[in-house]
Nanobody, 123 residues
C-alpha cells in the first residue's frame, strides 16, 4: 500500500495562494488515481479534486473550480494542489488520497490517506 505525506499548508490571507504537496512512498503513484479532500471542523470530509493515473483527466468540486489546480509528477512520486484566490471558507485540513482504480469522488472509494495538512485562510 502506498504511504502519503502532505505538506505546504499554513496561514494565508484571503486572496492569497498556497501550494500543497503529497509525497508518496512504498509504491509508485503511476498506478493510482490521486485525490485531494478537505475537512473543516464539525463538517464531513469533502471532495476537492481528483486526477487520473496519467494526469490527463481531472475533476474538480464546483467550489474550487477555476481557483485550484491539481497536477502530478509520477517521476517524483508527488501530487500537487495549487490553490489560488483562497477564501476563508477554504479553511480546512487537506488530505491526499490514492485509489488503485478509476477516478472517484467519495472518500470511501480511496484506500490510502495521508495525515493531512492544515490550511487556514484569514479574512
Amino acid at each position: 500500500q502506498v504511504q502519503l505525506v502532505e505538506s505546504g499548508g499554513g496561514l494565508v490571507q484571503a486572496g492569497g495562494s498556497l501550494r500543497l504537496s503529497c509525497a508518496a512512498s512504498g509504491r509508485t503513484i503511476s498506478t493510482y488515481a490521486m485525490g485531494w479532500f478537505r475537512q473543516a471542523p464539525g463538517k464531513e470530509r469533502e471532495f476537492v479534486v481528483v486526477i487520473n493515473k496519467s494526469g490527463g483527466s481531472t475533476y474538480y468540486a464546483a467550489s474550487v473550480k477555476g481557483r485550484f489546480t491539481i497536477s502530478r509528477d509520477n517521476a517524483k512520486n508527488t501530487v500537487y494542489l495549487q490553490m489560488n484566490s483562497l477564501k476563508p471558507e477554504d479553511t480546512a485540513v487537506y488530505y491526499c488520497a490514492a485509489r488503485s482504480l478509476w477516478v472517484a469522488t467519495h472518500p470511501a472509494d480511496f484506500g490510502s490517506w495521508g495525515q493531512g495538512t492544515q490550511v487556514t485562510v484569514s479574512s
